[in-house]
């Protein structure tokens, strides 16, 4: 899991799912967001976030920095076996990308404070 202290710097949106994170950084993307999140205002602003990709077995954790010039994927990391079964529940089996499950963000929280200590 070393590859997380890479990116300690990072300031990680915990909240931001696949669907939200395109919606923030279309053009057109804030109209809906009544105020949750602040408009994009320059080509400077990134969010950071976890997704959850179910398009290979098994599922993996990736890392994403997006910002209204792209996505980035920084790091991708293999699921723990116990999160594997909870992947496949919290998608149900549907290939794709998902936001993390609150257990998949747990255990990410503790492989950062690990990495970080």
Do not use: C
Request: no cysteine; net charge negative.
């Amino acid at each position: 899991m070393g590859q997380l202290a890479d990116f300690k710097h990072l300031d990680i949106d915990w909240d931001m799912t696949p669907e939200e994170a395109v919606t923030m950084y279309l053009e057109w993307g804030n109209n809906w967001r009544r105020g949750e999140r602040p408009p994009v205002r320059s080509k400077n602003e990134v969010s950071n976030y976890f997704v959850l990709s179910t398009w290979h077995q098994p599922p993996m954790i990736t890392l994403v920095q997006r910002s209204s010039e792209g996505a980035s994927e920084l790091a991708t990391l293999d699921l723990p076996l116990e999160l594997r079964d909870e992947a496949w529940k919290a998608t149900g089996s549907i290939k794709g990308v998902f936001g993390i499950t609150p257990t998949m963000r747990s255990w990410l929280e503790q492989e950062f404070e690990q990495d970080n200590a």
